[in-house]
């Protein structure tokens, strides 16, 4: 297993602006996927970013051109073809991480526990950092560090 600070994870909502060029977020989540691509930076892509990817990107309550789950799936293997980016998937520490993780900061949200489990998943690999366009979701884990594009 890698373990470097120097890796960022892109979380669920570049991935999803990244699929429609009409979106306000786009030039920005494309332009980070092109860093990845040219080596300037090291991308990583959790496994949770592809079910909640599925997730969203299918859904017409959540996207305005909602993709096929065939279209969805093809995109995400895109990912798994493309070298550049690091897959990882949770470890035999995320569990721990998540709980400590948990006492440790007050949940106000049940859907907040998806990105506590998601920091958890990166932290087991020893990244610290996140690509975010959601910065509220992460702001008081002082546990990553959060990028904004």
């Known amino acids: 297993m890698q373990t470097s600070?120097?890796?960022?994870?892109?979380?669920t909502n570049i991935i999803i602006y990244n699929q429609?060029?009409?979106?306000?977020?786009?030039?920005?989540?494309?332009?980070?996927?092109?860093?990845?691509?040219?080596?300037?930076?090291?991308?990583?892509?959790?496994?949770?970013?592809?079910?909640?990817?599925?997730?969203?990107?299918?859904?017409?309550?959540?996207?305005?051109?909602?993709l096929s789950q065939e279209k969805a799936s093809l995109e995400i293997e895109k990912y798994f073809s493309c070298q550049a980016f690091k897959h990882i998937y949770p470890t035999e520490k995320t569990f721990s991480i998540f709980l400590n993780l948990?006492?440790?900061?007050q949940?106000?949200?049940?859907l907040q526990f998806f990105d506590l489990y998601l920091v958890s998943t990166i932290l087991s690999w020893g990244i610290k950092?996140?690509?975010?366009?959601?910065?509220?979701?992460?702001?008081?884990?002082?546990?990553?560090?959060?990028?904004?594009?």
């Open 107 to 110: 949940i106000k949200n049940s």
């Open 5 to 11: 600070n120097n890796l960022i994870l892109f979380d």
């Open 102 to 105: 948990s006492k440790k900061y």
């Open 20 to 66: 429609d060029a009409s979106c306000k977020q786009f030039e920005k989540s494309a332009a980070w996927h092109q860093k990845v691509i040219n080596g300037e930076i090291k991308g990583v892509i959790a496994s949770q970013n592809f079910v909640e990817f599925i997730s969203v990107i299918t859904n017409p309550k959540k996207i305005v051109k909602p």
């Open 129 to 149: 950092k996140i690509l975010t366009f959601n910065t509220e979701d992460f702001k008081k884990l002082e546990e990553i560090e959060i990028v904004k594009p």
